[in-house]
């Protein structure tokens, strides 16, 4: 190539270059609706870092295995959140068993099986939606009622991780049924076009494909319900409970402990009250953490 | 997989098991089973004036349409012309969509699929399916083709089993070494292939294949082809393509769908012409289906 001819297509691609450089520019309408949404991711971030920050260093100092291992007591010195973590992750526990599989099974039928067209579907269907928009105080006036009172179980563990487990419901259904119709048509078509039941195909092909998505909205419910303090505090959580908890004793939960150690007129419970936030967010974080990792690890492209 | 047998007494209410000799005029005597070898195969399916209608809307009507026994038989047609709605109503597929609605009577070896005590799962064991998109399970290779089987009781010598169908379906070689591995790692034409040898794990009679190759590349493509070809010496093979040159080369007979105004208005599929695939692209009687397949329609 001679040097007229490189001249030439340099000049060329300059042409080309510059007539994109020239719409590089942006109106000012785009400038500002960027700088809005990242204003907005940004705040955002920065009141959760100052929260965290706050929390971090009033209650690193207390944190200390006394707070994990001690029980309540009027004494700042000695006390401990040992029951509350106990009960809290009983809680978690009683919710696994029951609300869990009733709710997954719940999507399962209104997704895979239920008649559509019908009214009673769509009512029930209306209903779920309805439900979890419902505040958690009116749960917990409805365990009052129902379970302390009417059933008698009195105002022990099981009737609030009872009253919890209702009111995660319509998460985990909603979640779950989400979950279900993510799975391409194409997988039930494939499996009934092997002469397999809808049934067959649903147990062997559909669930275990919508398990990563079930199980993360599962424990986002999950992780809701054990930082839940309203409904509790309707079905007679105790505030000081210095035993260790069973399914029908007297109980308190974290955040039940928190919101009292913040009440008491000690500085020093304050700062107690950061330490065991602290322990519920590392809670919360480890149960969402893996939910996150039970989702990478069963990830599936179609 | 060709063995015959006859029975006489053979229930009408129950399925009849494959290789029951042709009925031919459709009337109740049945005759003893005649050599193979003769120009006429067996009838499989014989349609009288089978249609369909979605919510009420017909989308396709009067289709008498004879698929024999051993031979790839292709439906063509320009696109909405009912070939897939057709194909669908062979194995019931159409009982999923909801609203869809089948009218005609529908002969599998002398039996109606419509019929009153016919179970529409039976019908699909016997009658397997290919999609347009491959659609393997999220799952291993080993485990999609063992889903049939596992599902249907066919639970004794599961590995031979396997590997017979992955066999048949020229997918053994490729995958051998890796039945444990995700079936999604595997290409499109090898999952196209996958779905084949899945189907045929349940040892069915009739193989439906709803165009199969276009999603796929012309390699893939042409294995897919060949393998259809293979395929009929064991199964009787049903295609619906888009693709003519496709019904050219592996089917035998051919049948050409096109579309006709409706009772209402609306554009309602019709079968025009159905023929040995020969005479269908070099003499066809109907001048619709002359026109379609030298290009000046569709």
Redesign the interface.
């Known amino acids: 190539m001679n040097a007229a001819n490189r001249t030439a297509s340099t000049a060329a691609a300059n042409a080309v270059a510059s007539s994109l450089v020239g719409r590089r520019q942006r109106s000012v309408g785009a400038r500002l609706f960027l700088f809005y949404l990242v204003f907005s991711t940004g705040f955002g971030l920065v009141a959760l870092a100052v929260l965290l920050g706050t929390i971090l260093v009033d209650g690193l100092p207390f944190l200390d295995l006394t707070l994990l291992t001690g029980a309540p007591s009027s004494n700042p010195g000695m006390a401990g959140a040992r029951p509350a973590i106990l009960a809290s992750i009983m809680v978690a526990i009683v919710l696994v068993a029951t609300a869990l599989p009733l709710a997954v099974a719940t999507g399962v039928y209104l997704e895979e099986f239920a008649p559509r067209d019908r009214w009673w579907i769509r009512l029930i269907e209306l209903n779920i939606q309805n439900l979890a928009a419902i505040p958690s105080i009116i749960f917990g006036i409805l365990g009052l009622a129902f379970l302390v009172r009417g059933l008698g179980l009195g105002p022990v563990l099981l009737a609030g991780a009872l009253i919890l487990g209702l009111q995660m419901l319509p998460t985990v259904i909603i979640a779950a049924r989400e979950a279900l119709r993510a799975v391409p048509a194409s997988v039930r078509q494939g499996g009934m076009a092997l002469g397999a039941t809808r049934l067959q195909v649903v147990w062997r092909e559909v669930l275990p494909a919508a398990i990563p998505g079930i199980a993360t909205g599962s424990i986002l419910g999950l992780s809701r319900a054990v930082g839940e303090t309203a409904p509790l505090l309707m079905v007679g959580a105790a505030t000081f409970v210095s035993y260790n908890p069973g399914l029908l004793t007297q109980y308190t939960v974290l955040p039940i402990l928190i919101y009292q150690w913040m009440r008491l007129p000690q500085a020093d419970f304050q700062g107690l009250a950061a330490a065991a936030i602290i322990v519920l967010l590392a809670l919360l974080i480890a149960m969402n953490g893996f939910a996150i990792w039970m989702r990478n690890r069963h990830e599936r492209k179609w | 997989m060709v063995e015959i047998e006859a029975q006489p007494d053979a229930a009408p209410t129950q399925m009849a098991t494959r290789g029951v000799p042709l009925n031919v005029a459709g009337v109740a005597t049945r005759t003893a089973p005649t050599d193979l070898s003769v120009e006429q195969p067996e009838l499989v399916f014989d349609c009288r004036e089978i249609g369909v209608r979605y919510n009420g809307v017909r989308a396709l009507r009067d289709v008498n349409l004879q698929i024999r026994r051993n031979a790839v038989t292709a439906l063509i047609g320009p696109s909405g012309c009912g070939k897939s709605t057709f194909l669908r109503c062979l ?1 019931r ?1 159409n009982d ?1 969509i ?1 609203g869809a609605e089948v009218d005609g009577v529908c002969l599998y070896h002398d039996e109606d699929l419509y019929g009153p005590n016919i179970d529409a ?2 019908v ?3 009658i ?2 290919v ?1 347009q ?1 491959p ?5 291993s290779i080993y485990d999609n083709i063992a ?2 089987p ?3 009781g066919l639970k004794d010598h599961l590995d031979d089993r396997i590997e017979e169908a992955l066999r048949r379906a020229a997918l053994w070689d490729e995958v051998k070494d890796r039945l444990k591995e995700g079936a ?1 790692s595997l290409s499109g034409g090898q999952q196209q292939r996958l ?1 084949i040898a ?2 045929l794990a ?1 040892e069915p009679d009739v193989i439906l294949m709803d165009e199969p190759c276009s999603a796929l590349d012309p390699i893939s493509t042409a294995a897919i082809e060949d393998l259809m070809t293979s395929l009929k010496t064991d199964y009787t093979v049903v295609i619906v393509t888009h693709n003519m040159q496709q019904a050219a080369r592996v089917a035998d007979t051919t049948a050409f769908f096109s579309t006709d105004q409706g009772e209402t208005g609306t554009r309602c599929g019709v079968l025009i012409e159905v023929a040995a695939t020969e005479k269908i692209f070099t003499k066809p009687e109907n001048e619709r289906t002359e026109a379609y397949v030298t290009g000046r329609f569709g």
């Open positions: 194995n597929m999923l909801p799962i039976e699909r064991k016997r397997g399916m999609f998109k659609n393997p399970f999220p799952k889903f049939g596992r599902v249907v999604l779905c899945r189907a349940v």
